[in-house]
């Protein structure tokens, strides 16, 4: 296993970026944002909330009415920085030696096929705060609906030491 990052250097990082970790997303079911098991971290799936409000509603795709896929792109790294935040609730970010995985949903138009693109606003960010510790395996799925009505949901699975 590499060598976890030195201390306080995620929130130095995060601060470089112009990032502030968020209070953790309040869970709107019953399950909780991150569970620890042995040396991983499971977060829940995270949707793109700010202060408490959904940043957008609607199905990812070209044209009107839809969530613009760059859009959707910045909302994935909400998303992602919604995880990170769920992870900090049960361990020190600076215990994070890796990101494994990444599973996000995209809310797709029947149309679209850039789901791909759009989760990699959530790849980019943890490339961006972990260097190549943030580099992982990664699933971009695309449904029908997500809670809320939500465009994009990120989930992470990372070790820590």
């Known amino acids: 296993m590499t060598a976890p990052i030195s201390e306080g250097r995620v929130s130095a990082r995060l601060a470089e970026l112009g990032l502030t970790l968020p209070p953790v997303v309040a869970p709107v079911a019953a ?3 991150a569970v620890q ?3 991983l971290v499971w977060t829940a799936g995270q949707v793109p909330m700010v202060d408490g409000a959904l940043q957008l509603t609607g199905k990812v795709g070209n044209g009107p ?3 613009d896929p760059d859009q959707a792109h910045q909302l994935a790294r909400i998303c992602a920085l919604n ?3 769920a992870v900090q609730s049960v361990v020190d970010l600076d215990r994070v030696v890796r990101v494994v995985k990444v599973v996000g949903y995209v809310a797709s138009d029947p149309s679209f096929t850039g789901q791909p693109g759009v989760v990699n606003g959530a790849s980019a960010l943890l490339g961006e705060v972990f260097g190549p510790p943030g580099a992982h395996a990664r699933s971009a799925v695309g449904v029908a609906v997500l809670p809320l009505d939500a ?3 990120v989930e992470l699975v990372v070790a820590v030491t």
Request: hydrophobic share 45%; net charge negative; glycine share 14%.
């Open 37 to 39: 098991h042995g040396d």
């Open 65 to 67: 009415g839809l969530v």
């Open 83 to 85: 995880a990170l935040a």
């Open 31 to 33: 399950y909780i944002p």
């Open 151 to 153: 465009p994009v949901e």
